[in-house]
Nanobody, 120 residues
Framework: QVQLVESGGGLVQPGGSLRLSCAAS????????MNWHRQAPGNPRELVAA???????NYADSVKGRFTISRDNAKNTVYLQMNSLKPEDTAVYYC??????????????WGQGTQVTVSS
């Protein structure tokens, strides 16, 4: 079984920064894409940033230049550095990862989510 656990959310003032982490654990053979999504109340879940095994990344237009996604393959961990935060960034942030486990099964796994609130 594979689990993803996020951490690092919280309350921050506009213009501030937060760093989210998401660690994958379990019988992991390999991890392909690792992504961050977010969902604000009344809105659909949206992709914020993605990083592939190759290290290539892509971002939603709304966060380009402010957010940076990175990963530590040795730790099976993905990070999201969020700078210049705005109130509209307020949401529950979820990580997900495409993981091949030790049985060879490839699954799409999700974390439980972490709340980010940007408010003065």
């Amino acid at each position: 079984q594979v689990q993803l656990v996020e951490s690092g959310g919280g309350l921050v003032q506009p213009g501030g920064s937060l760093r989210l982490s998401c660690a994958a654990s379990g019988s992991i053979l390999s991890i392909n894409a690792m992504n961050w999504h977010r969902q604000a109340p009344g809105n659909p879940r949206e992709l914020v940033a993605a990083i592939r095994n190759s290290g290539s990344t892509n971002y939603a237009d709304s966060v380009k230049g402010r957010f940076t996604i990175s990963r530590d393959n040795a730790k099976n961990t993905v990070y999201l550095q969020m700078n210049s935060l705005k109130p509209e960034d307020t949401a529950v942030y979820y990580c997900n990862a495409v993981v091949q486990d030790s049985r060879g099964y490839v699954g799409n796994y999700w974390g439980q989510g972490t709340q980010v609130t940007v408010s003065s």
